[in-house]
């Protein structure tokens, strides 16, 4: 399908530099040379982008701009600026203006280049848009980011896996999304009706998990009152994720190999055999045949397990699902957050598409977190995205005075905050209760530090 673009300026030869910039089967453009004209053509095509210029012969680019965002407000567009009207420009971004070129333009390359990341924005706009569309449809769904090929090619694994009732194996790094998957593959397959059980084999004690798996009667804990049936159990018929799968203990290796043998399993306390009928789906972070070869997994058990392997990519190796990522972990921090921080100024994509991510999409998230929890409003720039908390000693010379007591007070407050509201999902109550404070002292807080808009 090719790519809509609208020009408003009344310049000519500016209108056929872009017209020949962009000539070609991917491309569709209209032209506009006043306001007039273009708010015409706005109005009856839906465009991928929008270039106008910030000085037209009935009016003023900028106003243009704020007017077809306020009908489309993700709109993707880019002004055509003078270097005297580039404080209005910065300013537009704020309010949701993608990018802005000077006259008279540096290079060729930069044009193409400003307009291939403004139509790669519009882009993972409306893959966001669609997959929200799915996500209302069917609110159990997982939503999943995936253009990439590699990640197009997991999902169409994913889709005829999910068919086969049969076991599943996700490898990944920490922090891919292997727990998505496993939910999707259960939401497409013919068990979708039956329940979903999930449970991190290295999060409980080994008797914990082992009660939690199996279940118990009353003779086997002494303050037990009453049976309680176990994820075997309660997913009959259903599917049971085991997340970290290569973390169980040798004795429940050997217990979970028993059930899958013998598809029967007994509370502990008890000797009644219960059938069992689930579908198992495991996911690791480390690779299964490492973990066999260290002697730290049974083989017998990993053969049982190892039927059909998906194997999540890092982020670092599907560079080309970041933006879509990133805008939406921003809309959905601002909802839960009750802000409206944004966009992303360009230079911040480009940090955010370059950098390493060794905590995949789950760090990436974080760091959009952080970068609302920071700022009160306005574009997210490159220096709002550090992820983690950075250290704030400042040496003491003549040209880096030391910080004064208030303002280092300030600062760890700040830090302290942002880090509290970090761990517990944004939610004020639960940050309240862990500071101590009531929830008006914390929002009095917050305000002052401005972490929440006064």
Request: glycine share 6%; with cysteine.
């Amino acid at each position: 399908m090719k790519q809509k673009i609208l020009i408003i300026d009344d310049d000519s030869f500016t209108q056929q530099l872009f017209e020949g910039l962009l000539r070609g089967d991917n491309f569709e453009i209209h032209t506009a040379m006043d306001i007039g004209a273009g708010r015409s053509e706005f109005n009856s095509t839906d465009f991928n982008l929008v270039i106008i210029d910030q000085r037209l012969p009935d009016g003023n680019g900028l106003e243009f701009f704020k007017e077809i965002r306020s009908h489309r407000p993700q709109q993707v567009a880019i002004l055509i600026t003078g270097y005297a009207d580039v404080r209005d420009a910065v300013q537009a971004m704020r309010e949701g203006l993608y990018d802005y070129l000077t006259k008279p333009f540096k290079s060729l390359d930069e044009l193409t280049a400003v307009i291939d990341r403004a139509l790669e924005m519009d882009h993972a706009y409306r893959e966001i848009n669609n997959l929200q569309a799915i996500l209302q449809a069917n609110p159990e769904f997982p939503v999943i980011i995936g253009r990439s090929a590699s990640m197009q090619k997991l999902l169409q694994q994913a889709r005829q896996i999910a068919r086969l009732d049969t076991t599943v194996l996700i490898e990944g790094e920490s922090g891919t999304g292997k727990e998505l998957i496993a939910r999707q593959i259960h939401m497409l397959s013919p068990r979708a009706k039956g329940p979903f059980r999930g449970l991190h084999c290295g999060r409980l004690s080994e008797s914990l998990l082992e009660a939690t798996l199996f279940g118990y009667e009353k003779p086997a804990f002494s303050k037990v009152t009453e049976s309680t049936p176990g994820y075997f159990e309660e997913a009959n018929n259903g599917t049971l994720v085991l997340d970290e799968v290569c973390e169980l203990s040798p004795k429940l290796q050997s217990s979970l190999l028993r059930v899958l043998q013998d598809h029967i399993s007994a509370h502990l306390g008890s000797i009644a055999q219960r059938a069992n009928n689930f579908r198992l789906i495991c996911t690791t972070s480390t690779p299964l045949e490492d973990a066999i070869k260290a002697n730290k997994f049974r083989s017998d058990l990993g053969y049982r397990i190892n039927v059909n392997v998906l194997r999540v990519p890092p982020l670092r190796e599907r560079r080309e699902d970041i933006l879509a990522l990133a805008l939406l972990f921003l809309e959905r921090t601002n909802i839960r957050f009750g802000k409206s921080v944004g966009p992303f100024a360009p230079e911040a994509l480009a940090a955010l598409e370059s950098a390493h991510w060794p905590g995949n999409v789950r760090e990436l998230q974080h760091a959009i977190e952080r970068a609302v929890a920071l700022n009160v409003r306005g574009p997210i720039v490159a220096s709002d995205l550090l992820s983690g908390t950075r250290s704030h000693s400042v040496a003491v010379d003549a040209s880096n005075p030391p910080l004064s007591l208030q303002q280092a007070q300030e600062l760890f407050e700040r830090e302290y905050f942002i880090n509290l509201l970090h761990s517990v999902g944004g939610n004020i109550s639960n940050a309240a209760k862990l500071s101590g404070l009531s929830r008006n002292s914390l929002y009095r807080h917050l305000r002052q530090l401005g972490i929440v808009p006064k």
